[in-house]
Nanobody
Framework: VQLQASGGGLVQAGGSLRVSCTASGRSFNRYVMGWFRQAQEKEREFVAAISRSSGATEYADSVKGRFTISRDNAKNTVYLQMNSVKPEDTAVYYC?????????????????WGQGTLVTVSS
């Protein structure tokens, strides 16, 4: 499966932004979908994940209550709605597809990655 992320940009602190990731190919609903991010000179970190049926989600503590992950299996798309953003949310955001368990935050379980979209939060 190929993943294409979009929707990044510049947003002011306290504002909102939605990033999207569209998958090509079939069987999108067979994959757990996740979002990760990597800030400059920092390691990649887990942000959120969603189960195959959208019935369950998992969030990093740093974004819980502010970010919402969702998916539309009919459109082969996963979204990350980012509200009340902070300067520390600035990073390249990557979507990923995996065959494991949505609650497993280890990036190694994800076999497919998008190219990343840059989100910059100004203070």
């Amino acid at each position: 499966v190929q993943l294409q992320a979009s929707g990044g940009g510049l947003v002011q602190a306290g504002g909102s932004l939605r990033v999207s990731c569209t998958a090509s190919g079939r069987s999108f609903n067979r994959y757990v979908m996740g979002w990760f991010r990597q800030a400059q000179e920092k390691e990649r970190e887990f942000v959120a994940a969603i189960s195959r049926s959208s019935g369950a989600t998992e969030y990093a503590d740093s974004v819980k209550g502010r970010f919402t992950i969702s998916r539309d299996n009919a459109k082969n798309t996963v979204y990350l709605q980012m509200n009340s953003v902070k300067p520390e949310d600035t990073a390249v955001y990557y979507c990923a597809a995996g065959s494991g368990y949505y609650g497993d935050r280890d990036y190694k379980q994800y076999g497919y990655w998008g190219q990343g979209t840059l989100v910059t939060v100004s203070s």
